[in-house]
């Protein structure tokens, strides 16, 4: 930093990346160099504390919602041989995503049936229960699952699989719970189960970006800067929900210290008594983020997306 | 249909759906019934025989491209310790969608970077060394991979996976050889890999539907219902390519008794010799039916799609 005199340091991310923006502040301090550190929280996850939500956890709840609305359709029409559809859901030890997909359900026949949170123990035999009350109610079951689910003794279901999805850096790799769950069904229940498993695209959807997202995204940078430049630093930029009937969201700050590793799960009063599904706090609070269609450039047919020309910086 | 006075049938769907549509008309022949028996081709599959393409795969098509392009961008982000992610696509024994995702890579270094076709036998030596060459090459690999891929002896990929992936009518359900490649890259080669399955969302994602995939799909429709009314039967509608720089379709009708049950794979010609990606012509072939945007209605940041009231035809 000194050699390049660079005097503001944004860094954009989730809880990891606010813990590494916390480490560079105090280094800032201990070596009297005179750097604003800024947080600007941006995670599909929603998991970063003291900020109503994450800028990037609107577009991916639209794609999420959207994608369960439509493969919802799909489903009902392939309930007489294929029964059970599972999708997965990232967010690691929340379930902000697999919440969202609440926002599809329109009417009592519409997807998602069941939503299984990492926030809550899962249990198997609820599972098995659960699924044969939606199939005789209604055909079928589509049901959303996070990525992160626990068993009672809080085993990860991703770790159930045989493969081992741990990296040669020791990294838990999830994203086998509905794989697993999939298995289950067909092995235990006799039933036909297919699963989807979105990933990557979860983060990078941007055809279906919502709008409000969009423009929150833009005022956490502006203001990130205008915080810098007004002499701020150590701090992560948060979005605060006005109160009133309209949504609003304003931005404040927060010390990285009190963010940097820590995540915030959704709270068990939004979820159901049964574990299985979201109550009306839940659809409230994610409902506003998704509203507003972006339409983004296209060329030849397909999204068109800007890239950055790196420039190196010169010595100073 | 005697008994509720139907005098025309028609059948929308891809080969079983034209065997059946085939077995009704031949049905109406011997009963002596004037049934007009028309097949509409409607398959993200795209392997109907004497149709230049299906209704349904250009909008399968431009989600699958989309898909790739924006999950290519979040995957290079990673290559540093998330080398290999693969995408699995549908279609049966064909490779029609895989090959499709050609269509998102504008540059050397974008993805997909690999291309596995059900029409050439896959090995595991050569995929290997392929996905050797590519991390090599560019730092990390984007594969995209048919669900139908078979070895040299002719088995499936989707069957090497441990759990029996065949329901209580015997149909074999495919859709594992994404998670079987992701298994042996981990296993075999060290490195991390994860898979995107987007299953059943390629065949209802119509929020990115293409705009002549739409104009078509509402010609063949309405051609249909003309060539019933002039006496038409036994046939299924096809989409004719006519010659020329600007593309263009128009529809004629093939016997139904030729397409059922018959597939249309993609010529050898079309899939470089190596059989890891496409060549120009499958390029060519594809772009026209990606075009065009389509602006999808939408309420409360949802798109929304016509429900049907099912009607109870009275007795005559």
């Given at each position: 930093f000194?050699?390049y005199k660079?005097?503001?340091f944004?860094?954009i991310g989730?809880?990891?990346?606010?813990d590494?923006?916390n480490?560079?502040?105090?280094?800032?301090?201990?070596?009297?160099y005179?750097l604003g550190?800024?947080?600007?929280?941006?995670?599909?996850?929603n998991d970063?504390?003291?900020?109503?939500h994450?800028?990037?956890?609107?577009?991916?709840?639209?794609?999420?919602?959207?994608?369960?609305l439509?493969?919802g359709?799909?489903?009902r029409?392939?309930?007489?041989?294929?029964r059970?559809?599972i999708?997965?859901t990232?967010g690691?030890?929340?379930?902000?995503?697999a919440?969202a997909?609440a926002?599809a359900?329109?009417?009592s026949?519409?997807?998602?049936h069941?939503?299984?949170?990492p926030?809550v123990p899962f249990?198997?035999?609820?599972f098995?229960?659960?699924?044969?009350?939606?199939?005789?109610?209604?055909?079928g079951?589509f049901i959303?699952?996070g990525?992160?689910?626990?068993?009672?003794?809080?085993e990860?279901?991703?770790l159930?699989n045989?493969s081992?999805?741990i990296?040669s850096?020791g990294?838990?790799?999830l994203?086998?719970?509905?794989?697993f769950l999939r298995?289950f069904?067909?092995?235990?229940m006799g039933?036909?189960a297919?699963?989807?498993?979105l990933?990557?695209?979860?983060?990078?959807?941007?055809?279906?970006?919502?709008?409000v997202?969009?423009?929150?995204a833009?005022?956490?940078g502006e203001?990130?800067?205008?915080?810098?430049?007004?002499?701020?630093?150590?701090v992560m930029?948060t979005?605060?929900r006005?109160e009133?009937?309209s949504?609003r969201?304003?931005?404040s700050?927060?010390e990285?210290?009190k963010v940097a590793?820590?995540?915030?799960?959704?709270?068990?009063?939004?979820?159901n008594e049964?574990?299985n599904f979201?109550?009306?706090?839940?659809?409230?609070y994610?409902?506003?983020?998704?509203?507003?269609e972006?339409?983004?450039p296209?060329?030849?047919?397909?999204?068109l997306?800007?890239k950055?020309h790196?420039?190196?910086?010169?010595?100073k």
């Open positions: 000194r050699k660079v005097r503001y944004f860094y989730g809880n990891d990346s606010m590494t923006a480490r560079i502040y105090e280094a800032s301090i201990n070596a009297k005179d550190v800024i947080g600007i929280p941006k995670t599909v996850d970063l504390l003291f900020t109503d994450c800028p990037g956890f609107g577009s991916a709840a639209k794609y999420i919602a959207t994608s369960v439509e493969a359709y799909h489903a029409g392939l309930y007489e041989f294929e059970v559809t999708l997965e990232v690691r030890n929340t379930g902000w995503l919440g997909s926002l359900r329109r009417s026949v519409d997807p998602p069941l939503i299984y949170f926030e249990s198997l035999d609820q098995k229960e659960d699924v044969k009350r939606v199939c005789n109610e209604i055909g079951a959303v699952v990525e992160g689910i626990r068993d009672e003794r809080g990860l279901f991703s159930k045989g081992s999805p990296d850096f990294h838990v790799f994203g086998r719970a509905g794989d298995r069904i067909i092995q235990e039933l036909v297919q699963n989807i498993k990933d990557i695209c979860q983060q990078s959807a941007a055809h279906l970006i919502s709008g997202d969009i423009k929150e833009q005022m956490v203001d990130a800067v205008k915080y810098a430049v007004n002499g701020k630093s150590g930029i979005l605060i006005e009133g009937s949504y969201c304003k931005t700050t927060v990285l210290s590793n820590r995540e915030r799960k959704v709270p068990r009063p939004w979820i049964e574990g979201v109550r009306k706090e839940f659809i409230q994610a409902y506003p983020l998704i509203q507003e972006v339409k983004v296209t060329r030849e047919g397909l999204p997306y800007v950055l790196n420039y190196r910086v010169k010595e």
